[in-house]
């Protein structure tokens, strides 16, 4: 059930919503799977769907001045798609949003959406509770660069992800702490 992955990656209390909610809240989405690779936006376009990520993971990069890929996030399983931002607001992706492993996502229009609102009661503001829980993921992320050294934040991105974090390439978790993949090799040789 994916409402329930999804309250379960935040912490919330399940007894929110009924077993008939959780099932009814299945039905509006469509189940695809995505490819190693692929990509569910391309920076300059705008989003069409709204992606809840069942199994797999993404990065979301962008281009630096220098013309060098720059991952920001990673988007796991029991999240929805950071390319949500271009959904929701209907405005080109200032960014790119890719599957670093084969993938199973849902996904759901903004047709689909309104009625998904309609028939469960509470959810819409159950969401915006969790859009503001995600904004402050994103948010501590800023503070953990800052008070971590990238070997204290690269150990906590190993407990956070779990075995998904196998399948991350090193240069994208580099990428992600803002070092080289030297340094994180370094960073890996003292703690391996």
Known sequence: MLLEKLLKEFEVELSVFTSSQYALFDEYFERITISKNEYLIKEGEVEQYSYFIYEGIFRCWTID???VEQTFWFCKEGTFSMSNISFSLQERAD???QAVMDAVVYRINKEQISDLYASISGLEIMFGKLTAMLLNRLL???IDLIKYSSEEYYLRMLEEYGLTFNYIPLKDIASYLGITPQGLSRI?????
């Open 65 to 67: 001045p220098k013309g």
């Open 95 to 97: 960014f790119s949003v």
């Open 140 to 142: 501590q992320r800023n």
């Open 188 to 192: 890996r040789k003292r703690i391996f």
